[in-house]
């Protein structure tokens, strides 16, 4: 926060104010290396005990495989920065996969470590840097820094902005109406809303802790405009589900949603990124139908899955457009 060419109380509105701004008069801070010991002010040795494993606390890796998809603490951390950068180099290509959905490669996976601080942003940046001198600067690497970036502009908007974010009505002058049906809001919970692309997201989230960024937009549009439910029910949702929860990227990135930016077709996004193995993964009750089907089962009788609430007009092209691609 020292750091920052603002004071709190003037943290731009957009984060492109903040971004070219900061990362021009900014310099990052190094990180401090890792001290050879603890010096501690006590005569008495201390027992620090043995860290419990998942076994200790009742839990089998079959049972919860799922949830354990990411082991936690600051080795697996930088592991996992490792892996996604050196090892695999899967960072070269991050620009161009980042919207997808499916598996561990086509995002770095680094939110739940960074919101447990086990991995730092600058930890993040000096990595990001020493890549760009041994093995490629591109747009993925530029773009990555760019979502850290952006990670930090909502902690101190957040701070600028303060209670108003958590409020319905939000920090914008904006008005939006809300019908908060309680059935609906069960609907999306449960990745029930007949929507696939919906469901799939709302499905993993439910079982292992995380969505991709691409499911959240969607995820949030869907409840805020399509549903029209208080977008900070869906917040807290979130809240009590991610295992990356963040206080400010959270209800920050839910109130760009609901007063930010523009509407997010579901139907038509599943069928720009190419979702159908993803749906597939997550919604074994359709998982026999064909690439065009499985984006829109409605029109098809042979499943179990469910019917959405409605069809809405303003999808009619995104719908043809799938039939005549798939
Ligand atoms: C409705 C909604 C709720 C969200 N809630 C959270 C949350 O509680 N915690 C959280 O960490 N992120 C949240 N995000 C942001 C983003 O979806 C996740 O950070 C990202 O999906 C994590 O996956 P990754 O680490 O593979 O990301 P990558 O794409 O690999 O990005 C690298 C890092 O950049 C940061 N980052 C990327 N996108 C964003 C963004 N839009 N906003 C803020 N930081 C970003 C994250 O720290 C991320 O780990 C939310 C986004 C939306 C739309």
Redo the contacts with the bound molecule.
Sequence with gaps: MNDIPYSIDKIPLTSKAYRINTTKNTEVRKTIPTPDYIKIDTNESIDWGELPNLEDLGFTSEKNFERTFMLGGETEALKRLNSYLFETQQLTSYRWT?NRSLGMDY?????PY??LGCLSPRTIYEAVKQYENIIKKNQSTWW?IF??V??DY?TFKLMRMQNAVYQTEGYSKKKLEFENDNKLFKRWCNGTTGIPFIDAHMRQLNQTGFM??RG??NC?SFLIHDYKIDWTWGASY?ESK?I???VA??WM??HV?AYEIWYTNPINQANKYKAQEFIRKWIPEIKNLNDMQVLIPWEFKDHSYDKPIEIFKKWTRAINKIKKEN
């Design positions: 980042r995002s770095s996976k680094f939110s960074m919101a990555m979502e850290v952006w990670r909502f991709s960024n959240r937009v949030a979130f991610l990356d929860y963040d990227s959270n990135n839910w949603q």
